[in-house]
Every structure is written in structure tokens, then in C-alpha cells.
């Protein structure tokens, strides 16, 4: 099997994720790819990819990406988010292998800090959040921007407020209505330092070990997600969907399910997705 298509919510997720080899999905609903570990040939049009951050198994086929797109004469230049740090080794990567492509690998650049918000499309923007992993790296929250009318303009009839919006008056709150997050390669506390998590619709979580097959210790170690740290957090979930990946080869798929269907608290099993493959094996 060459991709996994998975409905969470409102959302499409394509793509393959296995812990430490690749990380690469294709959302189409945002235009976006998230993560380039592995070169997807659908969603290679894409508008924008997001890098949490630049170890391998998550930029390592961006090259192949941008190939991609060169063949096919996709008509826009990749716009690419990723943390600041890794701007200059990224571009410059590319800069070396346009040169023994003898074609430009050019990408739009967008760095990103903690916090920073930019806008995706529309009334669709993105903020970044830090992660917590031995390199930079960071996590993206997609909301839109909506306009509530206040409660005082409530009670007046529809003309009265069309009149007053043409005139320009203030008569709204603009509010943010969370709508996605991806957050991988990252210890647990993510979610504490970052409580709108809990709250978008679909949420991309890693959870890179699910049994004492890897200590917590370890886990942490390494600066990933263990199950026996996220099962405290379980009733924080409000999100319509939470999509687990990134799980570690250590575990086969059916493993996975296994394991999940066994620990994970009966009341929560309908909100937690696990991004595998049907059947036994892993993608490749
Ligand atoms: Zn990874
Ligand atoms: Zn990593």
C-alpha cells in the first residue's frame, strides 16, 4: 500500500508517517502538505508545505518534491513555513542541489517563530507554536477569522445592521474559530503550554511509543510522545478528532491498533484516529 487516506472531521489526511523513516501528508482541505520525509506525488501541486523542523524523516524529500512539481509545471513556487533556524541550511541545501540538477529548486520562504501568525488563504491563517525537540522546530494551529455582530447590535433589525456595516461602524468582534493542529516531534507538554490544542477540530497529534516495549524515559529522551503520558490528558480532548502517527517501526500496524484499543479509555475511543495502514505491514 503506497498511502493511507484517512477522514478526521472536515479534513482529508494523505500520506505516510512512521516514526523516524517519514513524516509526509497532504491536506487538501488546506491547500497545505505537512512535513516532506517522503515525496507525495498527489498533493504535489499544493499551495504550501509546513516543516515542523529539518531532521530527515521530515525534510528529507523536499528535493523530490520540488522535482515533482518542475515536471508537471506546477504554475506557483512552493511557499514553505518552517522555523527560522533552519531557514539558511534549508535554502542552501537547495541552492547546491540546483546546481547539480542544473534546474532551480526555488521555494517562497516563510520563517516562523513561536507565535507569529500568517496568513494561509482567505480567512484562513496560521500560527506557529513551540515544540518541544532537540532541534528547532515548531507546531502549526489553522484558524479562521471570523466576525461575530456584539450583543448590542443583536436586537436590531436586519437593514438597521446592514447600514450601519456599510457605514462602517464597529459593530462586530472578530473572533478566531480554531480549525486544525499538527504537533510532532515533541515531548507531551505541548499540550499543557499550548491549550488551544485541545479545542481545534482535527488535531495531528505524534505518539511515537504505546507500551513498555519503550520506557517513558526513553521516550522522553528522544523528545517524543509515549502513551502512558497522554492517557492523564485524555478528558482534556475536546477536539472533534485527534489523529495519532509517527508511531516507531518497534510496533507493526496491527500492533498499534492492538495496543490502542486496549489502553485507550472506552468513552474516547471514537475521538482518537490512528494514522496506519490496513493490515500487517508499514507503507514500505
Ligand atoms: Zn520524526
Ligand atoms: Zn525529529
Not at 457605514?167 to 480554531?178: M, T, V
Not at 489523529?243 to 468513552?267: G, T, W
Request: aromatic share 8%; with cysteine.
Amino acid at each position: 500500500m503506497s498511502l493511507t487516506t484517512l477522514k478526521a472531521g472536515s479534513f482529508t489526511i494523505r500520506g505516510r508517517s512512521l516514526g523516524g523513516f517519514y513524516t509526509g501528508l497532504h491536506i487538501p482541505e488546506l491547500n497545505a502538505l505537512l512535513d516532506v520525509g517522503t515525496a507525495l506525488r498527489t498533493g504535489a501541486g499544493s499551495r504550501n508545505l509546513f516543516l515542523s523542523h529539518a531532521h530527515a524523516d521530515h525534510v528529507g524529500s523536499l528535493p523530490g518534491l520540488l522535482g515533482m512539481r518542475g515536471l508537471v509545471g506546477v504554475p506557483h513556487t512552493l511557499r514553505v513555513f518552517m522555523p527560522r533556524e533552519t531557514v539558511e541550511g534549508v535554502t542552501k541545501a537547495l541552492e547546491h542541489l540546483s546546481l547539480v540538477h542544473r534546474w532551480s529548486l526555488a521555494i517562497d520562504v516563510v520563517p516562523m517563530e513561536p507565535g507569529q501568525v500568517e496568513r494561509v488563504k482567505g480567512d484562513l491563517y496560521v500560527r506557529a507554536i513551540k515544540t518541544l525537540h532537540p532541534v528547532p522546530s515548531l507546531g502549526y494551529v489553522f484558524f479562521r477569522k471570523i466576525k461575530k455582530l456584539r450583543e448590542e447590535f443583536k436586537s436590531l433589525p436586519g437593514s438597521e445592521i446592514g447600514r450601519l456595516r456599510h457605514s462602517g461602524a464597529d459593530i462586530f468582534d472578530e473572533l478566531e474559530r480554531l480549525e486544525f493542529g499538527y504537533a510532532t516531534d515533541t515531548l507531551p507538554e505541548v499540550l499543557a503550554n499550548n491549550p488551544e490544542l485541545f479545542k481545534v477540530k482535527t488535531l495531528i497529534l505524534e505518539c511515537t511509543f504505546l507500551d513498555d516495549r519503550k520506557s517513558v524515559k526513553a521516550a522522553r529522551a528522544g523528545c517524543h510522545i509515549h502513551l502512558d503520558e497522554l492517557l492523564p490528558l485524555m478528558d482534556q480532548f475536546e477536539n472533534e478528532r485527534v489523529v495519532l502517527m509517527h508511531f516507531s517501526q518497534i510496533y507493526s500496524p496491527n500492533d498499534v491498533r492492538a495496543i490502542f484499543e486496549k489502553r485507550c479509555p472506552e468513552h474516547q475511543r471514537e475521538r482518537f484516529k490512528l494514522f496506519v495502514p490496513d493490515g500487517e505491514e508499514w507503507w514500505d
